[in-house]
Structures are given as structure tokens and as C-alpha cells.
């Protein structure tokens, strides 16, 4: 089937969240954030519809489908106001990595629990000092005996405090080279060593962002995830679910500002007409909403060939998809508020936190520079600056 056109079933999946996410939407997640609470209720109830493991394998109680399944989910809620951010994470990144490359124990142990919702794991990759530059991660393992020891420390890394467990990037040295390797570890919550501190965030989100430490963590030889020869292969296989599910999130943001704006624009009057029948305010909404339509058939496009096991395409398409997606989601909330004017800004429309949120997308998780470095020099053949 043509990632163009969008098969029935897909349909019937977007039908089907976008009622489950009518029935919490904006106010419900604004009010558990200002709470300092989680989106529980929500959570559940996808789960109990099977929405959050809709990309895991059957056998271990997922859906069977992928990540082209998992993106509309994600989308669909966000275009209701509602979106569950640790989607991106718990089954799209980990969830995927244990699939995918996990020992057989590693699945049973997490993938039934992370299919169903009531265990749910964090990513750890980004570190204050290296950035966008994963070979400067400085976290390492080393081998002492049967067991792994790791030491380092990470940034912005959301949903600890709810985590079971998180899924930890870091290097270890290659036996025969000596140089340093990507390796992903299991790092259960409650393990000796592993800390974590909340970071003071502007964005309001339900979702809190942290600062780990990991002092000497011991973890048994079962904690790896894989081939340690294999660690590259196995971190971009969790990255590009990573990118496209971010793209998701970002569509569906634009989605919901761009519906409250047409909604105003169509009774909002001021003069004889209501103001969405002038150029100046109708044709930035209509180009706000081709932008979305665009970044929505590149995510698909990423997603049917991460699904159909092309990485390679995948990994660019995923890049072009989370960078379109963020850009159609910057213009699209921008556009948006300034069609409500003040009341753009007011708490009653829900439109001005986005603001905020949706610049989240252009740096998150990885830069739009880094995205266009990428395509410059992989897709384009250009020389390197760094």
C-alpha cells in the first residue's frame, strides 16, 4: 500500500483516538500540568484501547502494527489538545530498541508491561556538554567481572520520576580497537547510584524534564540491550521512531492551534464580515494548514519505510519529516494566536502556552541545524565543517 494514501484501517484508528481524545482534551492537560500531576486517566484508558502499544509485537500483547500506527495515535491526540509525550519515549523509543534488538528475557521482562501502559521506561542520551554531538558522550561503561559499571551524566531527559526504568546511552571500549562505542543499558529507578534532579523548566508540561547522575551504577550483564558490537545500529533504530513520532507530536499540535483559530475566524466579527473572510487573516491559516498537509505526507513516508526495515531511508526521511513538522508547527500556533489577537494570549483559548511548546519541536530531539547538516552532507554529498 502507497504511504500516499492512507489505508481504511489507519482511518478507522484516527476516527477512533481523535474520540478518545475529544473526550479529555486541552483543559484536561492543562489542568493536570498546573496540578503538577500526570496524565493518568488519559494514559489508561489509551492503553486500555491498546493505542500505546499499537507498534510492539503481538506475542508480547502489542498490536502488531508500527510506527506509522503508533504516529497517528500520537497525532490524533494532539490534534484534540491532548498529547501523551512519553509515547515518543516509552514504547516508540524503547519499546522498538527491546523489540528489535532486546534478548529474549529483555522482551518478556518489559515489552508486555510497556504494551499495555503499566510500566513505562525514559531515554537517556542527551548530556550538558555534548549537545547535539553523540560522539562526545561521556558517559561510559566499563566491565568489572560479570557486572557493568556507569558513570556520567544526562540532561532534559523526561519522565524519570515515572519511568520504571531508563534506557541509558552510553560508551564502552571496544575489546579489540580501545575505542569508545555506543552501548544501551537498562537502568531500573531504584538502582544505587542513579540520580536525578528536577530542571526548572518554562514550559509547562505534565511531562517533567530532568538532570541524571549515575555514579558508579553496577548493573548486571543482563542490563545490555543486544550485540554490544551492534550499539550504533541499535541507537538509530530507537532515533528514528524518535524523529517521526516527534514529527507527530508537532502536526498535531499545529493541528489544534489551527482549528481554534478557523473556529474564531469563521464568528469573530468586527466589520460587516466575520474577519475569516479577509485575505490577510484566511490565507495565512490556509497556508498554515498546506505546511501541516506536507510534514504530515513526508512522517508518513519516514514511517512506511522504518516499518518496511529500511533505516537508511528512514534516517533521512525521518530527519525531513521532524523538520518540516517543526517549522509547520512554529508558523501554524504563530498564525494561530495572532488570528485571536489578545485573546490569543488569554488562558480561556489555550493558545498562548503553545507558543512555547511549539518551539520544542525545532530543538527537540534534534536541532533543525543538525537535521540540515545531515541532509547536506548525506543527501547532497557537501563537505563537513566539523
Given at each position: 500500500m502507497s504511504s500516499t494514501i492512507e489505508s481504511a484501517e489507519h482511518k478507522a484508528l484516527r476516527t477512533a483516538v481523535a474520540a478518545l481524545g475529544q473526550r479529555y482534551g486541552r483543559e484536561y492537560l492543562a489542568r493536570v500540568a498546573r496540578e503538577g500531576g500526570h496524565?493518568?486517566?488519559?494514559?489508561?484508558?489509551?492503553?486500555?484501547?491498546?493505542?500505546?502499544?499499537?507498534?510492539?509485537?503481538?506475542?508480547?500483547?502489542?498490536?502488531?502494527g508500527g510506527i506509522a500506527e503508533l504516529s497517528i495515535v500520537l497525532e490524533e491526540l494532539g490534534a484534540a489538545g491532548c498529547p501523551l509525550l512519553m509515547m515518543v519515549v516509552s514504547p516508540a523509543i524503547c519499546g522498538t530498541?527491546?523489540?528489535?534488538?532486546?534478548?529474549?528475557?529483555?522482551?518478556?521482562?518489559?515489552?508486555?508491561?510497556?504494551?499495555?501502559?503499566?510500566?513505562?521506561?525514559?531515554?537517556?542520551?542527551?548530556?550538558?556538554?555534548?549537545?547535539?554531538?553523540?560522539?562526545r558522550i561521556t558517559t561510559t561503561a566499563r566491565r568489572d567481572g560479570d557486572d557493568w559499571i556507569l558513570t556520567g551524566r544526562k540532561v532534559f531527559i523526561s519522565g524519570v520520576d515515572i519511568a520504571d526504568a531508563t534506557l541509558i546511552v552510553g560508551r564502552a571500549e571496544d575489546a579489540r580497537t580501545g575505542r569508545?562505542?555506543?552501548?544501551?543499558?537498562?537502568?531500573?529507578?531504584?538502582?544505587?547510584?542513579?540520580?536525578r534532579s528536577v530542571i526548572d523548566m518554562e514550559l509547562q508540561a505534565a511531562e517533567k524534564q530532568f538532570e541524571l547522575t549515575l555514579d558508579?551504577?553496577?548493573?548486571?550483564?543482563?542490563?545490555?540491550?543486544?550485540?554490544?558490537?551492534?550499539?550504533?545500529?541499535?541507537?538509530?533504530?530507537?532515533l528514528n521512531?524518535?524523529?517521526i513520532m516527534t514529527a507527530a507530536f508537532a502536526i498535531g499540535m499545529g493541528r489544534y492551534a489551527l482549528a481554534r483559530a478557523v473556529d474564531y475566524a469563521k464568528?469573530?466579527?468586527?466589520?460587516?464580515?466575520?474577519?475569516?473572510?479577509?485575505?490577510?487573516?484566511?490565507?495565512?491559516?490556509?497556508?498554515?494548514h498546506i505546511e501541516l498537509e506536507l510534514a504530515r505526507l513526508m512522517t508518513q513516508k519516514a514511517a512506511a519505510l522504518y516499518d518496511a526495515g529500511d533505516d537508511m531511508g528512514a534516517g533521512e526521511a525521518a530527519n525531513m519529516a521532524k523538520y518540516a513538522a517543526g517549522e509547520a508547527c512554529v508558523r501554524a500556533?504563530?498564525?494561530?494566536?495572532?488570528?485571536l489577537g489578545g485573546n490569543g494570549l488569554t488562558r480561556e483559548y489555550g493558545l498562548g502556552s503553545l507558543i512555547t511548546a511549539s518551539r520544542v519541536a525545532r530543538i527537540a530531539p534534534v536541532s533543525r541545524e543538525m537535521i540540515l547538516n545531515f541532509v547536506s552532507h548525506q543527501t547532497l554529498g557537501l563537505p563537513k565543517s566539523y
Open positions: 496524565p493518568d486517566e488519559l494514559w489508561a484508558d489509551a492503553a486500555k484501547l491498546g493505542y500505546l502499544g499499537v507498534n510492539l509485537p503481538e506475542e508480547y500483547g502489542g498490536g502488531g530498541v527491546i523489540a528489535r534488538f532486546g534478548t529474549d528475557e529483555q522482551k518478556r521482562t518489559w515489552l508486555p508491561g510497556l504494551a499495555d501502559g503499566s510500566r513505562t521506561m525514559a531515554f537517556g542520551i542527551t548530556e550538558p556538554d555534548a549537545g547535539s554531538n553523540s560522539h569508545l562505542k555506543p552501548c544501551l543499558f537498562i537502568v531500573p529507578r531504584d538502582t544505587p547510584g542513579f540520580g558508579e551504577v553496577r548493573l548486571p550483564s543482563s542490563a545490555l540491550v543486544g550485540d554490544e558490537d551492534a550499539g550504533l545500529l541499535q541507537l538509530f533504530a530507537g521512531p524518535e524523529r464568528t469573530r466579527q468586527v466589520w460587516k464580515e466575520p474577519i475569516g473572510a479577509h485575505q490577510a487573516v484566511a490565507h495565512p491559516l490556509a497556508q498554515a500556533v504563530d498564525q494561530s494566536v495572532h488570528t
